[in-house]
């Protein structure tokens, strides 16, 4: 989106750590992280996990006091993860549970060629590749499957604490995926270090805004014309800014409500 660079380099300037939230995998955020210079912590696919660069809190891999065996944090490629999901192949194997027990046909991404994962996908080769190395949640898609079959198979997921959202024409599983858990524990490592509360200000489109806006302690919607004057949940629960999305002084507006007041 026009003017994203000059934003993000504005919160840098201002000393606002931007956190990225996406569907993405840790591989895939390699080269927008690279161009964009993003140097903080960022949560993938879609509240599975909170990623931190190398010494970001000087967090060290250690063991959960409070769940036996799972871990607090866990060193995943480049980064200190904090696991809100189970780690694959968690996701995996209920997938495939959930696929025997309701009779519903599957068919996750990983066991696709190259080809017809690219076909499937909508992206190109590499990207299509990147996409089905993942820590956490499993990507598929139902074959041949009705919509009694799908929502049969979702009450079964939610029997196993298995999240299911849609991606498009394909579908996650994640076990114990929280947008909301994720946003808290970051928030806490944030706490620690500057000795006080760290603010959380959200900012997100409609589609977006559901856990997102409930961890967080202000909120910013990037609105359509027509959703502007449209009062949605978060706005009668909460404070939040709508801020129309395709407007030439979006991310003014939104630098506005952010930087700290002199």
């Given at each position: ?120 996908s909508g992206l ?16 598929f898609f139902f ?116 930087a700290p007041r002199?």
């Amino acid at each position: 989106m026009q003017g994203f660079d000059e934003f993000s380099a504005a919160l840098d300037h201002a000393g606002i750590p931007p956190v990225w939230l996406t569907r993405r995998t840790r591989l895939q955020l390699d080269e927008p992280r690279r161009k964009m210079a993003h140097m903080h912590p960022f949560i993938a696919e879609d509240g599975c996990g909170v990623f931190l660069p190398e010494d970001y809190f000087h967090l060290k891999p250690q063991t959960s006091s409070t769940q036996q065996g799972k871990s607090a944090t866990v060193r995943l490629g480049r980064f200190t993860c904090l696991p809100i999901a189970e780690q694959q192949p968690a996701a995996a194997e209920a997938l495939e549970a959930l696929s025997m027990e309701t009779g519903v046909s599957v068919v996750p991404l990983r066991s696709l060629s190259p080809r017809e994962l690219a076909q499937n996908s909508g992206l190109p080769a590499r990207e299509a590749e990147l996409s089905r190395q993942r820590d956490f949640d499993e990507l598929f898609f139902f074959a041949g499957a009705s919509n009694k079959d799908i929502e049969s198979f979702k009450n079964a997921s939610r029997e196993r604490n298995a999240k299911l959202r849609p991606h498009g024409a394909l579908w996650s599983l994640a076990i114990g995926a929280s947008v909301r858990h994720c946003v808290t524990e970051l928030t806490k490592l944030y706490d620690r270090a500057l000795h006080a509360h760290a603010k959380s200000v959200a900012l997100a489109t409609a589609s977006h805004e559901h856990e997102l806006f409930a961890a967080c302690d202000r909120a910013i919607l990037l609105s359509s014309k027509q959703e502007l004057n449209v009062e949605g949940p978060a706005d009668r629960s909460r404070r939040v800014l709508r801020v129309p999305l395709h407007s030439p002084d979006t991310w003014e507006q939104i630098l506005e409500n952010l930087a700290p007041r002199s």
